[in-house]
Every structure is written in C-alpha cells, then in structure tokens.
C-alpha cells in the first residue's frame, strides 16, 4: 500500500546514511539527499514501468547516488532514463555518475520528450505499463517540468511547489506556468499529493528554516495536498503583474 516516511532524514543524525531510501508502493521510490551531505537535501523519484525506469534528478553531487540506483534496480532488465525537474546544480549534480543523461537546456528537455511546443504542450511519457505526463512549467530556472504519475496520481513539482521558498527569477513565465498546472489538474486528471524536492519549512505555518541549514529539526512534511496547488495559483493570480513575496501556511513565494 501507498505510504509516506513518519519521518525524513532531517540532519539531526549526522551516522546515517547518505540516501534515504522509501518504496512508496513496489514501483515508486522516493530518494532524499542526506542533509549531512549537503543542506540543500533534494529529494530525488525513481519511477518503474514494465520497460524502462525514470530516474528525476541527480542532487548535488556529494554522495555515491549511482549505486543507490543500481542497488534498487538489481535483477530487473530495464533501460533507465535519467532526466531533471530543472538544470539547477543541486538537482544535476550526480549527472556525471550516470552513462546517458538528458540535457538541461529548454531544446534538449523538449526533444527528449517529444515537445514540439514549449512550453504549451503536455506529452506522455510511456515507462512501459505506466504511463507520465510530462508538463513543461518554466519559471523558476526555465527549461522546468512537472511530470503527474496516472498509476499512482502523484505529481512532481521540482521547485516550482514544495513546502518551502519558491524562488521565482521570471514572474510572468512561472505565474503563466503554475495556471497550466493548476488547469490541468481541474481539467479531471486526479492528483492524490504533490510533492515537490525540498523541505524548507518547519511544521509551524509559513515559518522556514535558516537558508542553509544542516539540520531540521519538526519539518513540514514532503508531502502537499493538491488543494494547495489551486491556493498558489490563486495567490498568484490576485498579487498581479508585478512580483510579490507570498506567505503562506505551505509555501513562500520568494521573487528573484
């Protein structure tokens, strides 16, 4: 059965190891970052399909990723495509550990998917018995995309939603691009939790945590209800044109 962690790595236990590793169901692995590794502790998805693996992003580098990998897709003759949320280097950092990755670029991300049209066009994505929806939602780095899971109606969100700072450098472009979002979830594709890769807030309403940070100690959890997608774009809406900083319970809107 589909299940969360009671509790992520939060840096308070700096023995452990530098992954920790959660089968959400027999198909869908969430990965985070040690923050003992690194402060930025990405969180990390290793969707499975009949054919093929999806590895999104890499984290920053600092810790063998690639034989975590290898270990959770021992025995199982699959191809393994390795693509990102976004081209930041907390999220591209491993790429080098891995023989076939795709490229950060807006032209490289589109051909890998088969986008003709950036960023208005949504794609699947067939693992083999498991089909994705890859959405292009450009505006916190730019070649940026949401992929929603129809087996397991999760939707990744990169940096663009997570419960911590959305930094946001192109306000028109990511306004634009969290109203698709927003669209295609209401237009009846079902979304039982968006889950984002970071945690940058504490469990007390729009309080986050030092920029920087090794530990984190009473975290928000991963996990948002999808309800907090609509309160976003909603947000967003009504700040208009110009950028604003945001606060909310579950997300802070940080212009750049």
């Known amino acids: 059965m589909a299940s969360f962690p009671d509790r992520w790595d939060d840096g ?4 452990g190891p530098d992954h920790q590793v959660h089968w959400y169901d027999e198909r869908t692995v969430i990965i ?21 693996a999806l ?3 890499t984290g920053t580098g600092h810790a063998n990723l690639r034989a975590v990998v290898d ?11 390795v693509a990102h949320t ?16 795709v490229g950060r670029s807006v032209e490289e991300v589109a051909a890998f998917f088969g986008i003709t049209s950036w960023p208005d066009e949504i794609v ?25 899971d129809r087996e397991t109606r999760l939707l990744l969100t990169g940096d663009s939603l997570y419960p911590g700072r959305l930094y946001v450098p192109d306000w028109s472009s990511y306004r634009s691009s969290i109203r698709r979002l927003a669209g295609f979830v209401a237009a009846g594709n079902p979304v039982e939790r968006v889950l984002g890769a970071h945690i940058e807030l504490t469990d007390r309403p729009g ?10 100690p009473g975290e928000h959890p991963l996990e948002l209800a999808p309800e907090t997608l609509t309160e976003l774009d909603e947000a967003l809406t009504a700040a208009g044109p110009e950028p604003r900083r945001l ?8 212009p750049r």
């Open 124 to 148: 699947t994505f067939d693992l083999g018995e498991r089909v994705l929806d890859v959405i292009p939602i450009p505006g916190h780095q730019g070649s940026d995309v949401a992929v929603y």
């Open 86 to 101: 976004h081209g930041h280097g907390d999220h591209v950092g491993g790429d080098d550990q891995f023989d076939r990755v």
């Open 32 to 52: 985070r970052q040690a923050l003992h590794t690194n402060f930025e502790g990405p969180f990390l998805y290793l969707l499975i399909g009949s054919e093929r």
């Open 55 to 57: 590895l999104l992003d």
């Open 207 to 216: 309080e986050d945590y030092v920029m920087g940070a090794a530990e984190h």
């Open 247 to 254: 606060v909310h319970d579950h997300f802070i809107v940080v």
């Open 71 to 81: 270990e959770l897709l021992a025995g199982r003759d699959l191809e393994l495509a």
């Open 12 to 15: 308070t236990t700096a023995d």
